[in-house]
């Protein structure tokens, strides 16, 4: 029982000497800001008390950094008019059953699938051959996609193939939507931002390719463009650099007053002998306002392990701080054992932060050292991304 | 009969055995367990005749020890997962709920969107201060068919936003819900405002999926119509966008994607029916009596 004490103690009082203020540390990828912003709280209600959580992980499962989406696609979309469609509008495809959906823009006549035609070399094909399967509005409203009315879907039948179509809808007048997806298609456009998270004015990088199995189709004529959340588009401008289609666009300094994400949206095209092979890609990203940051410093407490976080807040608002405690096993492998969070209302200035994962929460046999990771300050205003740190902080020792 | 052995075995007490297994019980006799049924996207205000259906949700609560602690959600599901008018409706519900029923043992169902709604409460503890004390009274959340990572029917849904942006054109009607659940969203909110996805913390309470596998949509079969049969035969079709394994909205991997699997339909559905999308929020193949009968652990 004595020995016992003195470990305790000797443990509490090696552990107590991280007691001090200690600077976090940072990694190449962690998202961290220089500047702050002082932007209007958006409309919205929000929590104003102080809310603090903790409860514990299984120390068996394995957490990870997460990676940038890669967007994949078989599809492309265009423009057409009545005129067109009444005359037969070409459709290259690259695989057989490809989809085919006609969406009227206002106004338009409504498309009805029995009155589509499929023609090909100018012949028309009898519609039972045609079409595998036809959709209208009602029935695909109903399956949960909620296309717009007098939107019609149809699928060509695998037996036809791929290669050049006319389809023609006689009775067609207005603006249209054309949507051709081909899910057999081996040929996509690949697009990936080079992170998820970003700060305005920040430099976004997005890699594309066109192409089959990572092969790059020569000759792909590429664009692209920003979308912020309240519609604002930004072009995007590509470049082939050794084979490989890049992006680098600064983010633009939009203070976007409505939530959501920022897109990515891609479009390239490259011609196959007499075919031409379109795709559209998206993607997303966020794009955060720097409206607080962690000061950098943290204090931490070993009795209640606990982390002490000053921020600096340059417009008022909800700010939450998360983060991951890692215990060592009687192994010494350090595993997550405890995740905390607290978030708080402040106004323009300095407040703290802090992380209470309760000694409780530490499964038998895990103890110091300890490292907390995958800290991330959050604006919860405004739905952002502010700062994360994939390993914040190593506190500690094992005796 | 000697003493020693009655009341000791492999070196316990049994009297403390049996004390202990006597106040387990007794907390679990003097838990107050109650069921929230949580619908998917949509505005709802009659999500017990409209979205569930009176069978559903009669036969489920039947199996709590009062079937009378239930609560069948209404909130507005169009909006994102965080908006005050999605999981703030939710929260407030959830609270009432517990509250007025004295609620210690919640378990929560939930269907498709609504798996993210719910999943955004218990990743985000610190957003509402409501949200600390309905985690606290969850014991698991059954999620049927969660659209946690997102459907590709939410993209080809919202694509013409390429056309939106440059022509201002408006196909369709596009819900926040809707433009959350696209796959790259999804991805997106998963990596960064939601747990107990891979490589991300597990959530804090058990979130468990039931998986829909396929779709039946033969006009002879008779299966077909359990969840309404022109709404399957839109499900076919929209499963091109699917991968072989879907519910004909959601692919399997997307439903399993955050928690854990409870069952996959076919293992457990009578027949070895599929549920689709629709389906797994009816009284179909007896997914209600599972459910029923999970109401007493």
């Not at chain 1, 006609?102 to 028309?124: D, E, H």
């Not at chain 1, 979308?227 to 633009?252: C, M």
């Not at chain 1, 994962?357 to 800290?375: C, H, I, S, T």
């Not at chain 2, 854990?260 to 549920?275: H, I, N, Q, Y």
Request: net charge positive; aromatic share 8%.
């Amino acid at each position: 029982m004595r020995k016992l004490l003195l470990v305790t103690l000797l443990s509490a009082s090696c552990l107590a000497q991280a007691g001090n203020d200690n600077r976090l540390s940072s990694r190449n990828n962690d998202l961290i800001s220089s500047r702050l912003v002082n932007i209007p709280v958006p409309a919205g209600q929000f929590e104003r008390k102080a809310v603090s959580f903790s409860y514990a992980l299984n120390p068996q499962n394995e957490l990870s950094t997460s990676t940038p989406f890669t967007a994949e696609s078989r599809e492309f979309w265009m423009q057409t008019d009545g005129n067109e469609l009444s005359k037969g509008l070409m459709i290259d495809t690259t695989a057989p059953g490809a989809l085919i959906r006609i969406s009227p823009a206002t106004g338009a006549a409504a498309i009805v699938p029995g009155n589509m035609k499929l023609l090909r070399n100018g012949k028309a094909i009898d519609n039972a051959k045609a079409f595998s399967q036809q959709a209208n509005t009602d029935q695909l409203q109903k399956a949960g996609m909620d296309v717009g009315n007098g939107t019609a879907i149809v699928k060509i039948a695998d037996g036809l193939g791929e290669g050049r179509f006319q389809l023609m809808v006689p009775k067609a007048s207005g603006r249209y939507l054309v949507h051709v997806f081909e899910p057999n298609s081996d040929i996509t456009l690949q697009a990936k931002a080079d992170r998820q998270n970003y700060l305005a004015g920040d430099q976004l990088v997005v890699n594309a390719l066109l192409g089959k199995n990572e092969k790059a189709m020569a000759g792909t004529e590429i664009s692209g463009l920003l979308v912020s959340p309240s519609g604002k588009s930004y072009d995007i401008t590509f470049k082939n650099e050794n084979g490989s289609l890049r992006a680098i666009s600064k983010l633009p300094n939009e203070v976007v007053h409505q939530p959501g994400l920022w897109e990515v949206q891609v479009l390239a095209g490259a011609s196959d002998g007499n075919l031409r092979i379109q795709r559209d890609a998206r993607t997303v990203i966020s794009i955060a306002q720097p409206t607080a940051k962690l000061n950098g410093e943290f204090r931490f407490n070993p009795q209640a392990l606990s982390f002490s976080m000053p921020i600096q807040v340059g417009s008022s608002g909800r700010y939450e701080l998360s983060g991951t405690l890692y215990a060592t096993g009687r192994d010494g492998v350090a595993r997550p054992v405890a995740q905390a969070a607290m978030a708080n209302w402040f106004k323009q200035g300095k407040g703290v932060l802090n992380l209470n994962f309760d000694r409780a929460n530490l499964p038998a046999g895990y103890g110091a050292p300890f490292e907390l990771k995958f800290v991330e300050l959050k604006d919860q205003t405004r739905m952002t991304q502010l700062e994360s740190r994939e390993s914040a902080a190593r506190v500690g020792t094992r005796l | 009969m000697n003493r020693a052995l009655c009341c000791i075995w492999g070196g316990v007490d049994v009297r403390y055995l049996l004390l202990a297994a006597l106040l387990a019980l007794s907390g679990v006799c003097s838990a107050n367990t109650g069921v929230a049924f949580v619908h998917g996207t949509g505005n709802q205000t009659d999500a017990y005749n409209n979205y569930w259906q009176p069978t559903m949700v009669n036969n489920v609560r039947a199996g709590l020890p009062n079937p009378a602690n239930y609560v069948v959600i209404n909130c507005n599901f169009e909006q994102y997962m965080w908006d005050s008018r999605a999981s703030g409706c939710l929260a407030g519900q959830l609270s009432n709920f517990i509250s007025s029923k004295g609620i210690t043992r919640l378990i929560v169902i939930t269907h498709s969107n609504g798996g993210n709604v719910m999943r955004w409460i218990m990743s985000n503890p610190t957003y509402d201060s409501r949200y600390p004390n309905i985690i606290s009274k969850i014991v698991r959340v059954n999620a049927l068919a969660p659209s946690s990572a997102g459907t590709p029917l939410a993209d080809a849904t919202i694509s013409g936003n390429v056309f939106e942006t440059s022509l201002g054109w408006l196909l369709g009607y596009k819900s926040d819900a809707v433009r959350q659940q696209q796959v790259s969203w999804m991805a997106q909110y998963n990596a960064n405002n939601l747990y107990g996805t891979s490589g991300r913390p597990a959530l804090p309470k058990l979130f468990r999926s039931v998986v829909g596998t396929d779709v039946d949509s033969a006009i002879w079969d008779s299966d077909s119509y359990c969840g309404g049969y022109f709404e399957n035969v839109g499900l076919e079709t929209t499963q091109n966008w699917l991968n072989s394994c879907s519910d004909g909205f959601l692919n399997c991997s997307s439903q399993s994607a955050a928690g854990s699997v409870w069952f996959t339909d076919k293992t457990r559905m009578a027949g070895a029916e599929p549920l689709s999308h629709n389906q797994s929020r009816r009284a179909c193949f007896g997914l209600d009596s599972i459910l029923r009968t999970d109401m007493s652990n």
